[in-house]
Every structure is written in C-alpha cells, then in structure tokens.
C-alpha cells in the first residue's frame, strides 16, 4: 500500500513552547490529509481535515489558533501545536487520501507522533 | 451524525482461542467499513475492510463481515496468538465528498501463551 510519514515519532518540549509535526505521502499525490488526537485508552478523535491549497476545516471543539495546520503541497501536511501545554500532550496522527468524487479511495495513516509536553 | 459502537476491552483470551469483537455502527448512505490495528508504539494499520452490503473482508486470518441488517461489522479469527495482542479499531467511512472516517473507541486484546 502507499506510504505515510510522519515526523518526528515522538517529541518532548517545555510548556509555552512550539512544536511542528509533519505528515507526507511519499509515493501518492494527498489532496485531503487528515489530523487525529488520541488520548489514553480512548479512540482517535478527528481534530480537522486540510485540504491542499485552502485552509483547514476544524471539528467543533479544537482550537484552530492552538493547532495549526498547514497544506501547502499536495505531498505535505504540517501541525504546529503553539504554546503547548501539559494537558496538548497527546498522540498525534496523520491520515492521507488522494480524494476523488466517487471513487472509494483509501486512507493511509503515518505511525503517528507522541507528543509528551513538560 | 455517523458513530461507531464497539465492545469495551479489554479482553483477554489463551492462545489459540477463537476471538469475537463486536462492531456496531450508525451512518446514513453506504459507509465503507474497516477494521484496524495498533500494536504497541505504533501507528495504525489497516485490517481489513468492506465496502458494500454482504462483502467479507479477510487478512492473516481475521474476517469480518458487512451485515447491512444488523449494522454490524463483528470481527472474528478462530484462532489467536500472542503476537495479535493490540487494539482493534473498528471504523467507517462516509460517502460524502471527503470521506470522512469515525472510529470506535478501540478494544485492548491482550493473548497470554
């Protein structure tokens, strides 16, 4: 199948600062990728869906100021989690699709990023 | 809006047992389902998957299948081992325009020798 990338796997950053993940499809064009959060012992929550070249579309609930996402290329995702605290600690995972009206395209997900924020 | 019901974990079964996980989901038009899995530190990884009404999906010896009827996506294996100790996600995804996928809140399976 195709192959999602994320990075880094796991990071650890001190309270207020900044951190970047990043999410590639290395071998498909992605015109949708998608951001989850997954808390401990619960299942994956859908954060928001970004589309190549427009701003992303956040579910009820997430900050969009705090999470920002980036989708600049059609191979490229970005989450900057800003001014992280504590409780943003998390684990973090992308999913790519290429998107066709449709057509029942698969998702494939990165092996997602552990955020741990002291 | 869509959601998806799966059995609380975890669950803890001998080697070589037969495995059920039960599966429900509530979605209009004609979701496609999937069944995931997370080893421990790990990303997800996709199962298996249906995409129509009666479809079987089947890998490394887990099926699952479509019940359109019931709503149900109930997955099995006749016979587990120690390395499909993991949660189990089961999921859907819609028909609309992104395809936006649900997920269960995960079952913990945890196979001792």
């Known amino acids: 199948g195709a192959v999602v990338s994320q990075h880094p796997s796991w990071v650890i950053c001190k309270s207020g600062t900044s951190v970047k993940i990043e999410c590639r499809s290395l071998?498909?064009?992605?015109?949708?990728m998608f951001w989850y959060r997954q808390f401990p012992k619960q299942s994956l929550m859908l954060m928001a869906t970004s589309n190549e070249g427009s701003k992303a579309t956040y579910e009820q609930g997430v900050e969009k100021d705090k999470f920002l996402i980036n989708h600049a290329s059609l191979t490229l995702s970005t989450l900057t989690v800003t001014s992280a605290h504590p409780e943003d600690s998390s684990f973090y995972i992308c999913?790519?699709?290429?998107?066709?009206?449709?057509?029942?395209?698969?998702?494939?997900f990165g092996q997602g990023t552990r955020l741990t924020v002291v | 809006g869509d959601s998806v019901t799966q059995m609380e974990g975890p669950v803890t079964l001998s080697e070589e047992a037969f495995l059920t996980i039960n599966c429900t989901y509530t979605?209009?038009?004609?979701?496609?389902l999937f069944w995931y899995v997370q080893y421990p530190g790990e990303g997800l990884q996709l199962l298996l998957k249906a995409t129509k009404a009666d479809d079987k999906g089947s890998n490394k010896g887990f099926e699952a299948t479509y019940r359109k009827e019931t709503t149900s996506f109930h997955l099995e294996k006749g016979s587990v081992q120690v390395s499909d100790s993991a949660v189990y996600f089961c999921?859907?995804?819609?028909?609309?325009?992104?395809?936006?996928?649900?997920f269960g809140t995960g079952t913990k399976l945890q196979v001792i020798p």
């Open positions: 071998d498909f064009q992605a015109t949708t």
């Open positions: 999921a859907l995804k819609d028909s609309g325009g992104y395809q936006k996928v649900t």
């Open positions: 979605a209009t038009g004609y979701p496609s």
């Open positions: 999913s790519a699709r290429r998107v066709i009206v449709g057509v029942n395209t698969e998702a494939f």
